[in-house]
């Protein structure tokens, strides 16, 4: 059985950092590719980071030089820590793994960032 669980989220304040963790089983954690999506109500997904078996990432423009994903292949982890949080970071984060057309999600993490 697949489990991506994440961790992490919470109510930060803008300028402040986060960092959010997934814990993976059921996968063979080091072929995948990991990441990120965020998803708020009445928007589209939104694919944040993601970071490939061989180490590639990529980030959205919305977060690029603001957050770091890595992985750790040891651990069936993947992080992302985001840094300068802006009001419109807030959403319910997820965490995934892809390899072809297998793809899983985590139950989420929610962010909030807010005065």
């Not at 997904?45 to 994903?69: F, H």
């Not at 793809?103 to 909030?112: A, H, L, M």
């Amino acid at each position: 059985q697949v489990q991506l669980v994440e961790s992490g989220g919470g109510l930060v304040q803008p300028g402040g950092s986060l960092r959010l963790s997934c814990a993976a089983s059921g996968i063979i954690f080091r072929i995948f590719t990991m990441g990120w999506y965020r998803q708020t109500p009445g928007k589209q997904r939104e694919l944040v980071a993601t970071i490939s078996s061989g180490g590639n990432t990529d980030y959205a423009d919305s977060v690029k030089g603001r957050s770091t994903i890595s992985r750790d292949n040891a651990k069936n982890t993947v992080e992302l820590q985001m840094n300068s949080l802006k009001p419109e970071d807030t959403a319910v984060y997820y965490c995934y793994a892809s390899l072809g057309n297998r793809e899983y999600r985590g139950q989420g993490t929610r962010v909030t960032v807010s005065s």
